[in-house]
Antibody
Framework: VQLQESGPGVVKPSETLSLTCSVS????????WSWIRQTPGKGLEWIGY???????NYNPSLQSRVTISLDTSKNQVSLKLRSVTAADTAVFFC??????????????WGPGTPVTVSS | EIVLTQSPGILSLSPGERATLSCRAS???????VTWYQQKPGQRPRLLIY???RRAPGIPDRFSGTGSGTDFSLTISRLEPEDFAVYYC??????????FGQGTKVEIK
């Protein structure tokens, strides 16, 4: 299975960051699909996940601004982060968790996509 | 939220030496849900160890993990040139948020 993130590389402050993760070579069923971001200052930060059933769980630090969803017809996972500021500038990764075989560990990652928040 | 603290921040070693990396949790973590990743510059993280001690498919047996409760460690028995990288621990238990340590950089001495 392969994951590929896509979306705009630059977002203006106060706007909504929207990214898509395309899943190829495998099914969305049976897995958690997470978004993680990485900054030089804060390292890796888990943003949240959506389970194939549609259940979501978010990092409390971002919960008020984030939505993660699935489009099973397109085999895609989406991230929306609202009201962004410069502090949201990061490389964003999507990743798969296998709850049964790998105890929720993130066993497949996309290459990541850099997003800069700037006017 | 469970905070993971990794030490040391930087480990300077020579190829062939043994590396021991530590990950300490602020609260008990179920052994099943401690994971280690390796990341090289410009690359995505790579799953090394899950369930605290289980090697992911394709991971050489020079990598091993151990620990329980709040103290976990990753050992690389004999460093190969390709092992110089940053290593992160993570807890991915049944009660999110999932959290990562800040990383340990293993650099060539």
């Amino acid at each position: 299975v392969q994951l590929q993130e896509s979306g705009p590389g630059v977002v203006k402050p106060s706007e909504t960051l929207s990214l898509t993760c395309s899943v190829s070579g495998g099914s969305i069923s049976g897995y958690y699909w997470s978004w993680i971001r990485q900054t030089p200052g804060k390292g890796l930060e888990w943003i949240g996940y959506v389970y194939y059933s549609g259940t979501t769980n978010y990092n409390p630090s971002l919960q008020s601004r984030v939505t993660i969803s699935l489009d099973t017809s397109k085999n895609q996972v989406s991230l929306k982060l609202r009201s962004v500021t410069a502090a949201d500038t990061a490389v964003f990764f999507c990743a798969r968790s296998a709850p049964l075989s790998f105890f929720n560990s993130l066993d497949v990652w996309g290459p990541g996509t850099p997003v800069t928040v700037s006017s | 939220e469970i905070v993971l603290t990794q030490s040391p921040g930087i480990l300077s070693l020579s190829p062939g030496e043994r590396a021991t990396l530590s990950c300490r949790a602020s609260h008990n973590v179920s052994t099943n849900y401690v994971t280690w990743y390796q990341q090289k510059p410009g690359q995505r993280p790579r799953l090394l160890i899950y369930g605290a001690s289980r090697r992911a498919p394709g991971i050489p047996d020079r990598f091993s993990g151990t620990g329980s409760g709040t103290d976990f460690s990753l050992t690389i028995s004999r460093l190969e040139p390709e092992d110089f990288a940053v290593y992160y621990c993570q807890q991915c238990g049944t009660s999110p948020p999932w959290t990562f340590g800040q990383g340990t950089k293993v650099e060539i001495k």
